[in-house]
């Protein structure tokens, strides 16, 4: 390698290794302007928690990490809240050239804040066409056309299993009626996504695309506001504890709730007397 060469590459690498520092340095105060956005954001202090966002993604670094798309859901966030629509929507517009399903939601949710409905609309079938398998977006576009007929009589549950988990949902509007079936169904109509959840512990933490559980009970106050108080986190494998015991406060036995948690097992005796152990 002649000294001209090597001088070519001497340069390339300590331009590599400058790029690297200043983008890890980026990167660490990306993280605490994050970390001091959220907390203006739990105090409702949203001018404060945007400002500090925008600063922490406008930080440099060399790939668009998870840290950054995080920052720009929160600062999409803020904006909403301070009623600037549509500002979010230009941020939730750079997340969806990301690859974001939840972007579209969410700028879908701006655009009906702007009373623009075909718009909105337009959002969730780009959304669908491209991201078909993801119920997230088709319970948007769901609750933009319960919203744009207008609740009557809002949501009941019509149907639960033996266990009480809701397995069928009605949606009752001024024109039509929709029912919903089955437990992923509700719960993905349900689902708190797009929206911040505020833990017990006061983290924040970003709603999930599902319901956590089947086992609730609506309070429906027609043209309102519907009010879900529910448990369990609707893991789905086992048994469940809630619904165990609501199978036993009707009067099902133990064999019964076993049977019909788990599906095609056995129950044997095991041993000649259980209730004596040797010591």
């Known amino acids: 390698m002649n000294s001209r060469l090597k001088g070519i590459v001497t340069v390339i690498l300590i331009v ?20 001091q956005g959220v907390k203006y954001l739990k105090q409702k202090e949203y001018q404060k928690a945007y400002e500090e966002f925008d600063s922490a993604a406008s930080r440099f670094t060399l790939i668009f990490t998870k840290q950054k798309k995080n920052v720009l859901f929160y600062e999409g966030e803020a904006l909403y809240q301070m009623g600037e629509y549509n500002k979010a929507a230009e941020i939730y517009d750079r997340l969806i050239d990301r690859g974001e399903v939840k972007a579209y939601s969410l700028k879908a949710y701006c655009l009906m804040q702007r009373n623009k409905t075909k718009e909105a609309l337009e959002v969730c079938n780009l959304g669908i066409s491209e991201f078909p398998k993801e119920g997230e977006i088709y319970c948007t576009k769901y609750a933009i056309y319960a919203k744009q007929e207008k609740y009557k009589e809002g949501l009941q549950v019509i149907k639960k299993n033996i266990s009480g988990a809701v397995t069928g949902m009605e949606i009752v509007t001024e024109n039509k009626s929709i029912q919903l079936e089955g437990e992923y169904e509700i719960r993905q109509f349900l689902s708190p996504a797009g929206c911040l959840i505020t833990e017990k512990d006061g983290s924040i933490v970003n709603g999930s695309n599902l319901l956590p559980s089947a086992y609730f009970e609506l309070n429906v106050k027609s043209g309102k506001a519907v009010q879900i108080q529910g448990k369990g986190y609707g893991h789905g494998v086992g048994m469940s504890q809630n619904g165990a015991n609501e199978m036993a406060r009707e009067g099902y036995g133990w064999q019964e709730i076993l049977n019909y948690f788990f599906k095609d097992i056995t129950l044997e005796v095991v041993g000649n007397n259980l209730s004596k152990r040797e010591t």
């Open 16 to 35: 590599i290794i400058g790029l690297v520092a200043v983008s890890g340095i980026g990167y660490i105060r990306q993280r605490m302007a994050a970390d």
